[in-house]
Nanobody
Framework: QVQLVESGGGLVQAGGSLRLSCAPS????????TGWFRQAPGKEREFVGA???????IYADSVKGRFTISRDNAKNTVYLQMNSLKPEDTAVYYC?????????????????????WGQGTQVTVSS
C-alpha cells in the first residue's frame, strides 16, 4: 500500500502562485506514473496533469501554460507549480499514483485508472 502525502496548499490572490508537493510515505516513486486532480464543491474530480517516471508531462487544456508538473526522483517528490492562478482554480487538489506508469490509450485523465491517492490539499484563489 502506498500512502501519498500532499503539501503546499493555501490561500492566494488571483495572479499569484503556489507549489504543491506529493511524496509517498514509506516507499519510493520508482516506476510510478503520477497525476494531479482537483475537485471543486459540487463538481466531479477533474484531471489537471500527469507526469511519467522519466519526467514527461501532459496537462489539461484549462491549466496548460500556467501549471507545470515536475518530479525530483532523488527527493522522491512530484511537484505541481501553479502560476497565474484564477478563482476558478479553487479546489481540493489530489495527487494520485499508478504503479507501472501512466495509464495507456489516453486514459490518464480518468481517476479510476490510478491506484493510490493522497488526502488532498485545499487551494483557494481569491479575486
Amino acid at each position: 500500500q502506498v500512502q501519498l502525502v500532499e503539501s503546499g496548499g493555501g490561500l492566494v490572490q488571483a495572479g499569484g502562485s503556489l507549489r504543491l508537493s506529493c511524496a509517498p510515505s514509506g516507499r519510493t516513486f520508482s516506476n510510478y506514473g503520477t497525476g494531479w486532480f482537483r475537485q471543486a464543491p459540487g463538481k466531479e474530480r477533474e484531471f489537471v496533469g500527469a507526469v511519467t517516471w522519466s519526467g514527461g508531462a501532459i496537462y489539461a487544456d484549462s491549466v496548460k501554460g500556467r501549471f507545470t508538473i515536475s518530479r525530483d526522483n532523488a527527493k522522491n517528490t512530484v511537484y505541481l507549480q501553479m502560476n497565474s492562478l484564477k478563482p476558478e482554480d479553487t479546489a481540493v487538489y489530489y495527487c494520485a499514483a499508478r504503479s507501472g506508469g501512466l495509464p495507456v490509450n489516453g486514459n490518464w485523465y480518468k481517476p479510476a485508472e490510478y491506484d493510490y491517492w493522497g488526502q488532498g490539499t485545499q487551494v483557494t484563489v481569491s479575486s
